[in-house]
């Protein structure tokens, strides 16, 4: 079986990728970023590609950008990548592979798995405290097409029931490039309409449906206290997933039309 492992921390995932490779003989490679993966995928057929979600030199080079930007969106673009840049550009493939995500379970990558599961149709999870063998198992259960969800992870997949995250955050086109500008770090609607070009009127009408799309998805919200503090804290806990750039290709938003 042929595995594309894409991980940032070399050392570690090579010493994996060894481990793989001798004890279940795959014939493994390592990709140790998402730009790196997807030129790979784009010479080179896999089974099973096994992503981690967030790369942390990639964030925090990306979160320098974020901080500096005050005046329009224009400023966030290109939009940080993360490891669902490779199972966008994997799902786009003549013969997709199979994916595996291999993470931690820390709440900032909650909304990420939720995306994963419902957009890219993911099913095989593990965490990066699994041992090898664990994660052979997810790989075989991946290219088999079954579900296998380490302990870890379970709790960040979507709830049966639960709204798609495409209706419940990015639904109406406004909202996205809100829920950018939040994410970037504004707190007030005079700024938000600065930086989206959208008018105030509109940032405050579009407050309350976003709060209440929100408590559906995390229960904790409470739609009606303070909105512009409610989403901004969740938009700025959250940035990687709202500034990220496969996001924003699945969900692109307008500038243009709406400032009075």
């Known amino acids: 079986m042929r595995v594309l492992v894409v991980e940032d921390h070399q050392q570690y995932a090579g010493l994996i990728c060894e481990k793989l490779a001798q ?57 940080n990548l993360s490891g669902l840049a490779t199972l966008h550009h994997a799902s786009t493939l003549e013969r997709p592979p199979a994916a595996v995500i291999w993470t931690s379970g820390d709440p900032n990558r909650a909304l990420h798995l939720v995306l994963a599961h419902q957009e890219f149709r993911v099913r095989s999870y593990c965490s990066k405290e699994s041992s090898v063998e664990e994660i052979a198992r997810a790989i075989e259960a991946a ?21 798609p995250i495409r209706e419940v955050l990015f639904g109406d086109t406004k909202w996205r490039a809100i829920w950018r500008a939040l994410a970037a ?16 009127g509109t940032i405050r009408k579009c407050m309350s449906p976003m ?50």
């Not at 097409?145 to 639960?162: C, E, M, N, Q, Y």
């Not at 707190?187 to 105030?200: K, L, S």
């Open 211 to 260: 709060a209440l799309q929100l408590a559906t998805l995390d229960p904790r919200i409470n739609p009606r206290k303070q909105q512009m503090n409610v989403l901004s804290s969740y938009a700025v806990f959250h940035w990687e997933f709202f500034l990220d750039q496969a996001v924003h290709e699945l969900f692109p938003h307008s500038t243009t039309g709406w400032r009075a």
């Open 143 to 163: 290219a088999a097409r079954r579900s296998h969800v380490d302990s870890a992870i379970k709790a960040f997949l979507p709830r049966p029931g639960l709204l």
């Open 23 to 79: 004890g279940f003989q795959y014939d493994v490679e390592l990709a140790l970023t998402p730009d790196d993966a997807n030129g790979r995928l784009a010479e080179r057929s896999y089974d099973v590609v096994v992503v981690d979600v967030l790369y942390r030199a990639l964030s925090e080079s990306y979160n320098a950008v974020r901080e500096a930007a005050r005046n329009s969106l224009s400023e966030l673009e290109p939009y």
């Open 185 to 200: 770090g504004s707190t007030a609607h005079e700024v938000t309409a600065r930086m989206t070009h959208y008018d105030q």
